[in-house]
């Protein structure tokens, strides 16, 4: 259960920024005994792994704070995001010895699947939002939103990582957190139209 919510908790990160759980895992599993990677996943902690996504992060976070630029990221990271939440998940829960039955080892696709599902769900909040942020603040808004978005990243991945318990309360108040941001762009959206 735990591996389970460590993998949805590093997911979600991933549906933020692909990279920050990516790298987390690799460098918890590399220079720690916190994380140990079965072998199909050892090149996530491997020096040319560790390198391109460091890269990738770099390119990532620069891009990222950019108006209209942002966008066409995300575009790119429709793909991006749901596959390292895929990876992600099964990474982590097959790294989990205790969480390990038969069924799990004969049906590893339902942790790819779920990782997937979970990070191309927060993927999707986080890209339909981010055009309503650019256009309310006429971009000022953008790097301020994309900094809180990859320091979300950073802190859910750890809290997925040393407390997977509290993923459930992490995700439940990003939830709440979307929710009143829709309701509050409907409110005023309402109060705007002409009557």
């Given at each position: 259960m735990l591996a389970s919510l460590t993998g949805l908790?590093?997911?979600?990160?991933?549906?933020?920024?692909?990279?920050?759980?990516?790298?987390?895992?690799g460098l918890l599993s590399r220079f720690t005994d916190v994380i140990?990677?079965?072998?199909?996943?050892?090149?996530?902690?491997?020096?040319?792994?560790?390198?391109?996504?460091?890269?990738?992060l770099l390119v990532e976070v620069v891009l990222d704070k950019v108006p209209v630029v942002d966008h066409l990221n995300d575009v790119v990271q429709t793909l991006v995001r749901p596959t390292v939440g895929g990876v992600i998940f099964a990474a982590t829960t097959a790294a989990a010895q205790a969480d390990a039955s038969v069924w799990t080892q004969r049906n590893q696709w339902l942790g790819w699947l779920l990782g997937?599902?979970?990070?191309?769900?927060?993927?999707?909040?986080?890209?339909s939002a981010r055009p309503l942020v650019n256009v309310s603040t006429v971009g000022v808004g953008t790097p301020v939103v994309s900094a809180a978005e990859d320091a979300a990243s950073l802190g859910l991945s750890l809290v997925a990582?040393?407390?997977?318990?509290?993923?459930?309360?992490?995700?439940?108040?990003?939830?709440w957190a979307v929710f009143a941001a829709a309701r509050r762009a409907r409110r005023r959206r309402a109060g705007a139209a002409p009557t």
């Open positions: 908790g590093l997911s979600a990160a991933a549906g933020l920024n692909a990279y920050i759980p990516l790298l987390v895992v140990t990677l079965p072998d199909p996943y050892r090149w996530i902690e491997s020096g040319w792994g560790l390198g391109v996504v460091s890269a990738l997937v599902l979970v990070a191309g769900a927060v993927h999707a909040v986080k890209a990582v040393f407390l997977p318990l509290l993923v459930v309360v992490v995700l439940l108040l990003l939830a």
